[in-house]
């Protein structure tokens, strides 16, 4: 849709559906959805089609809210407004929020260029050099989620109280139960766009799972923001508390963003098929999967950004701890799904629910795209093996770990921005050290009587 379009198209339903307040969103880097509201006369004569200002120290505040002046220019620097622009595309009505609607912003420097440390710019320039290739990618991110009862519910103040119990996943009986979470979601995500596809309770007392339809480029990472945004509000509102953390609950299932991505030339054409090989793919999807595994350890510490990440990757538990692939292979890290042709896809089950979704793409882009251009091949597919095996690679088992391996491994400073990396590994070590420093409900258990 031009431009001038889709700002008519815009205006009018603003005020077909009432909308007296805007939502102008943006992703920061400690995966962290932030907004400022815009009542509508405001939207419309100035933000519209121009800017917002935005207090750059935001980006320098970790999980905590903690401001860490290393993480930027600090106070030398002056921390300055910088610019958000609204991407008029991502326009939508929020259902959770009568009267409000809701645009995903670029941010930007004062002299017009863009934050280097922006989520969603990075993604953009991967997406970019993969156009340069002659490919766009297809894909989805497949969650999975938790839903207790909202504090007041609980049943006491140290558990949390999920909304149905048992591992019968898929159980009609259950899910009669939860009937009212279930269509909710899956309206308010269709009024927003995202397509939802097939709903289901999952392994874990309290656990679900919501798939998505598969989108285009920048739209893969934009839906899942509206995803978690739109199923945590919903879900507030009828009383309940979502969460997208990797391990809620420590003897419960973990918690995947499972990242389905297909490849196609500009004449429409999956590239990751070949009909005329054994198995399916392509020689070119084979060094997709080549440069995912070559720069698996440190892609691990951009799909997985919390401490909570690390356990949920844990032998045995449908979660992947080796560096490995295989077909229809659910403890592999690269998971080779059975459709071929058009369909023919890659399921890298690294990423945690937590995990930010245009840095996770990006980075698995990049390494995709690495693999392809110097035609890495990978190791041998597993085949009736155990992925958890102590003969194959071990992907890194907490976040220090993690960040290690990020460290020794340039490529994606080279891709992601060597800013976007430094101040990657400082936030997240920040949080490491805090919670290196915290005394937790464990070590009282543990401790507190015997000594």
């Known amino acids: 849709m031009a431009t001038s379009d889709l700002s008519n198209h815009i205006t009018q339903l603003l005020r077909e559906k009432q909308i007296h307040t805007v939502r102008v969103s943006l992703h920061d880097p400690s995966n962290i959805q932030r907004a400022r509201y815009v009542p509508l006369?405001?939207?419309?004569?100035?933000?519209?089609?121009?800017?917002?200002?935005?207090?750059?120290?935001?980006?320098?505040m970790d999980t905590s809210a903690k401001l860490l002046p290393e993480a930027g220019d600090g106070f030398d620097?002056?921390?300055?407004?910088?610019?958000?622009?609204?991407?008029?595309?991502?326009?939508?009505?929020?259902?959770?929020?009568?009267?409000?609607?809701?645009?995903?912003?670029?941010?930007?420097l004062p002299d017009g260029q863009p934050v280097p440390t922006s989520p969603r710019h990075i993604l953009r320039r991967v997406l970019n050099d993969l156009a340069q290739d002659g490919y766009r990618v297809y894909?989805?991110?497949?969650?999975?989620?938790?839903?207790?009862?909202?504090?007041?519910?609980?049943?006491?103040?140290?558990?949390?109280?999920p909304v149905w119990t048992g591992l019968?996943?898929?159980?009609?009986?259950?899910?009669?139960?939860?009937?009212?979470?279930?269509?909710?979601?899956?309206?308010?995500?269709?009024?927003?766009?995202a397509g939802p596809e097939v709903a289901n309770t999952e392994y874990g007392s309290g656990q679900f799972e919501v798939t998505n339809s598969p989108f285009w480029g920048l739209e893969i990472a934009d839906?899942?923001?509206?995803?978690?945004?739109?199923?945590?509000?919903?879900?507030?509102?009828?009383?309940?508390?979502?969460?997208?953390?990797?391990?809620?609950?420590?003897?419960?299932?973990?918690?995947?963003?499972?990242?389905?991505?297909?490849?196609?030339?500009q004449n429409g054409n999956n590239v990751f098929s070949d009909p005329n090989q054994p198995d399916g793919l392509s020689k070119l999807c084979r060094w997709f999967i080549g440069g995912q595994i070559k720069h698996a350890r440190a892609l691990c510490a951009l799909c997985n950004p919390t401490i909570n990440s690390y356990k949920r990757l844990q032998p045995y538990t449908f979660a992947p701890t080796t560096v490995t692939w295989g077909y229809e292979h659910r403890g592999a890290m690269?998971?080779?799904?059975?459709?071929?042709?058009?369909?023919?896809?890659?399921?890298?089950?690294?990423?945690?629910?937590?995990?930010?979704?245009?840095?996770?793409?990006?980075?698995?882009?990049?390494?995709?795209?690495?693999?392809?251009?110097?035609?890495?091949?990978?190791?041998?597919?597993?085949?009736?093996?155990?992925?958890?095996?102590?003969?194959?690679?071990?992907?890194?088992?907490?976040?220090?770990?993690?960040?290690?391996?990020?460290?020794?491994?340039?490529?994606?400073?080279?891709?992601?921005?060597?800013?976007?990396i430094r101040h990657y590994i400082l936030m997240r070590r920040a949080e490491w050290e805090r919670y290196e420093a915290a005394v937790t409900d464990w070590e009282y258990k543990e401790y507190l009587d015997l000594y």
């Open 41 to 60: 006369r405001y939207f419309l004569e100035q933000v519209m089609h121009g800017s917002l200002s935005y207090p750059s120290a935001m980006f320098s």
């Open 77 to 108: 620097g002056g921390y300055p407004s910088w610019v958000l622009k609204p991407d008029l595309a991502t326009f939508g009505i929020l259902p959770s929020s009568p009267g409000m609607a809701h645009v995903i912003s670029d941010i930007f």
């Open 139 to 161: 894909g989805a991110f497949e969650y999975e989620f938790y839903v207790f009862l909202a504090d007041g519910q609980r049943s006491n103040s140290s558990s949390l109280e």
């Open 168 to 193: 019968q996943c898929f159980s009609e009986v259950a899910q009669a139960k939860v009937e009212d979470i279930i269509t909710s979601v899956m309206f308010a995500l269709t009024e927003m766009g």
């Open 223 to 265: 839906m899942a923001f509206y995803y978690r945004t739109i199923i945590k509000e919903i879900l507030q509102r009828k009383g309940y508390k979502a969460t997208f953390m990797s391990k809620p609950v420590a003897s419960s299932s973990g918690s995947g963003a499972h990242t389905h991505l297909s490849l196609f030339n």
């Open 334 to 420: 690269v998971r080779i799904p059975q459709h071929r042709g058009q369909n023919t896809r890659l399921e890298n089950r690294l990423p945690g629910a937590d995990t930010n979704p245009y840095i996770a793409l990006a980075a698995m882009l990049s390494a995709g795209l690495d693999g392809i251009r110097q035609q890495i091949e990978p190791p041998p597919a597993l085949a009736r093996q155990d992925a958890y095996a102590q003969e194959f690679t071990h992907l890194p088992r907490s976040l220090p770990h993690a960040l290690t391996a990020l460290e020794e491994d340039e490529f994606f400073r080279e891709t992601l921005g060597e800013e976007y």
